[in-house]
């Protein structure tokens, strides 16, 4: 039998491996979230560099934000996330949820960089 760990590790790798299928010369958005904060990262595989990444541990949004474990936090590192890839020249992603449903936090997050301008 699997352990959580394994299992958890085997989803995250079925979702990315569908990502390459379709992910042609784009930098991936990478989800992460804890039971306290949410991150984001837009990583290029080709170079293996971190484009652009935000999180609700940053100074400037953990005054502004009730707590870095709701949507409304999510909304804001979705928000943050598009605007600093747009500052960096991405402005088309493919989303990698890694092993988290497309549902609550990882949905707002994702919405959120949609109305930022990020395409995916």
């Known amino acids: 039998m699997a352990s959580p760990k394994e299992t958890t ?3 995250a790798q079925r979702v990315r491996r ?5 992910s042609g010369d784009r930098p991936r958005l990478s989800v992460h979230r804890s039971s ?13 560099h971190t484009v652009a990444a935000a999180s ?18 999510a909304a804001a590192i979705g928000k943050l996330i598009a605007e600093r890839a747009k500052k960096a020249g991405v402005d088309a992603v493919v989303f990698d949820r890694g092993a988290y449903i497309y549902h609550g936090r990882v949905k707002a997050l994702a919405e959120a960089a949609r109305e930022g301008g990020l395409n995916f």
């Open 56 to 73: 609700t541990l940053e100074k400037d949004l953990k005054g502004s934000l009730k707590t870095g474990a709701d949507t409304a936090a």
């Open 18 to 22: 569908q990502l390459k299928k379709v």
């Open 36 to 48: 306290k904060h949410i991150y984001a990262q837009i990583i290029d595989d080709k170079s293996g």
């Open 9 to 11: 590790q085997r989803r």
